[in-house]
């Protein structure tokens, strides 16, 4: 069974600085990966995802990830965060015709 | 474009009632679409996956006699909540996908709670 692993709840981070959050997964094939952010009490809004091809993918709002096959990790990146990014932000593995499986997700805590 | 449009945004309903919730796919045609369950600080949770036309397949341990879900057209799933009790109590989410394609565009939610 596929699974996503999320191991920080909490994050907190000073504006400006760097951001990475983990993520690992099992997965029985090659995965779809995705990173989400949703602010409370709202939806999800996708920030990136990785199918194939370059490891490195870049996303919207400044976030990039990158996919390690050998680690079984897909970690969320920013360089330099801003206040508007503290929310829950939630990584998944799979997609096509089939549903999501989500991390637990990490609240990220923006320090002024 | 992709845009997903969830009603309503919050309901309060007694308990034993039904609720349901609509799920509609504005300015694309949406083959499958996806009902997760979202409790306070916790993860999402697939309950089931409707194709159009079809029946929903429903993940393990979600009652499909009190989550029923008909997806009758391309752009609208409806989930109904039945005889609903304060452990249905939860923020419900629908997602939904269009053939061939590996993204699911999220709507914004549906916070429901039971007295």
């Known amino acids: 069974a596929q699974s996503v692993t999320q191991p920080d709840i909490h994050i907190t981070v000073s504006e400006g600085a760097s951001l990475e959050l983990r993520c690992n997964y099992s997965?029985?094939?090659?995965?779809?990966l995705f990173w989400y952010v949703q602010s409370p009490g709202q939806g999800l809004q996708l920030l990136l995802k990785y199918f194939s091809g370059d490891t490195l993918v870049q996303g919207i709002k400044g976030f990039e990830a990158e996919f390690k096959r050998s680690q079984s990790s897909f970690n969320l990146r920013k360089p330099s965060v801003h206040w508007s990014d503290a929310a829950e932000y939630f990584c998944a593995v799979g997609g096509g015709a089939d549903g999501l499986t989500f991390g637990k997700g990490t609240h990220l805590i923006i320090q002024p | 474009g992709a845009v997903v449009s969830q009603h309503p945004s919050w309901v309060i309903c007694k308990s034993g009632t039904s609720v349901k919730i609509e799920c509609r796919s504005l300015d694309f045609q949406a083959t499958t679409m996806f009902w997760y369950r979202q409790f306070p600080k916790q993860s999402l949770m697939l309950m089931a996956t409707s194709n159009e036309g079809s029946k929903a397949t429903y993940e393990q341990g979600v009652e499909k006699d009190k989550f029923l879900i008909n997806h009758a057209s391309l752009t609208l799933s409806t989930l109904t909540v039945t005889s609903a009790h304060p452990e249905d109590s939860s923020f419900y989410i629908c997602?939904?996908?269009?053939?061939?394609?590996?993204?699911?565009?999220f709507g914004a939610g549906t916070r429901l709670s039971v007295l």
């Open positions: 997965y029985g094939a090659t995965p779809y």
């Open positions: 997602s939904a996908r269009t053939s061939g394609a590996d993204i699911q565009y």
